[in-house]
């Protein structure tokens, strides 16, 4: 169900020819105050979303519109629609967003989470997505995920050619890594603010974490997401907003697969001064 392009795997929602959405996206003028929220799949990337429509927009509303740019259809017309300041949300790597916004140095938050947990995560959701439905084990599948053989492809790749281009320094990129939110949602919130230029006061963030956790969230009900009609069936919140915890890949690991993904990390990830914590 995968479908590739320059290398890259990418998910039904791209079409049968990645090249002509991503030529779209990368084609989309931008406007001002345009933000991207990038991250892997399952890094944490709806909480994050919600997080920062609260501090853009000032209130603790549960945001209506979940602007998920990959599934979207990419016309004037629906991006038009787009309340400003925009939020877009993106599995890309850098160099695939708009051409227009990064020309205008737009601010790019990337959410990074614990690879173990990702492909624990990502298993269970392949499993529940209404188009993927995927039916193997997970030995089978923890394979795919450290080779790379999944939608956006390698991990491993995504991270660190995003911490490339952060230690470029040509570019305003933060990073936040979803252990840190689950720590102390609240500081992470004040290093947003004060990166998007935004001066909240302490009290106005404490009320977005607590209205953003975990449980909070499983019980809204998205009322616009762009994934098709049958993946966001009533089921939907179970994949999206599953366990939330760190530390879950203990519940499939086997001690030789943590050994073979911390091998593969050694390699893959040898010059990366990122440290990720696994709970
Ligand atoms: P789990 O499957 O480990 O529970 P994404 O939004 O990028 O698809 O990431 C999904 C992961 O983020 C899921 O992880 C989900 O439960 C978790 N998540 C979503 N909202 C959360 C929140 N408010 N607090 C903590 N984790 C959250």
């Known amino acids: 169900k995968l479908t590739e392009s320059s290398g890259i795997l990418y998910p039904y929602y791209f079409g049968d020819d990645p090249h002509v959405k991503l030529k779209n996206i990368k084609n989309i003028q ?4 345009d933000i991207f929220l990038c991250s892997y799949p399952k890094s944490g990337t709806h909480w994050i979303m919600e997080m920062v429509n609260m501090l853009v927009s000032g209130s603790t509303e549960h945001p209506q519109k979940f602007n998920f740019l990959d599934p979207m259809i990419i016309c004037d017309q629906v991006l038009d629609s787009v309340p400003c300041p925009r939020i877009f949300q993106s599995h890309l790597r850098f160099n695939q ?3 227009s916004f990064l020309k205008r ?10 690879p173990k947990d990702i492909s624990v995560s990502l298993y ?9 439905k995927y039916t193997g084990k997970w030995d089978e599948f923890f394979q795919l995920f450290v080779n790379g053989k999944v ?3 390698s991990w491993f790749d995504h991270v660190a050619s995003w911490e490339r281009e952060k230690e470029k320094g040509r570019h305003p990129i933060h990073f936040v890594f979803y252990e840190d939110l689950k720590e102390d949602a609240v500081r992470e919130l004040d290093r947003i603010n004060k990166f998007l230029s935004l001066n909240h006061p302490n009290s106005f963030l404490q009320s977005v974490a607590e209205c953003s956790t975990f449980t909070k969230m499983r019980k809204q009900k998205y009322l616009y997401h762009p994934f098709p009609a049958e993946v966001m069936d009533e089921n939907y919140v179970d994949f999206l907003f599953r366990k939330g915890t760190v530390g879950d890949w203990r519940t499939l690991f086997s001690e030789e697969q943590n050994m073979q993904l911390e091998e593969v990390y050694e390699t893959e990830m040898f010059d990366s001064k990122l440290r990720f914590s696994y709970g």
């Open 151 to 153: 939608g956006y492809s």
């Open 105 to 114: 140095k737009g601010k790019i938050i990337y959410i990074l989470r614990n």
């Open 124 to 132: 269970h959701f392949v499993q529940k997505e209404g188009r993927i």
């Open 30 to 33: 931008s406007k001002t105050g």
């Open 97 to 99: 967003l708009p051409a």
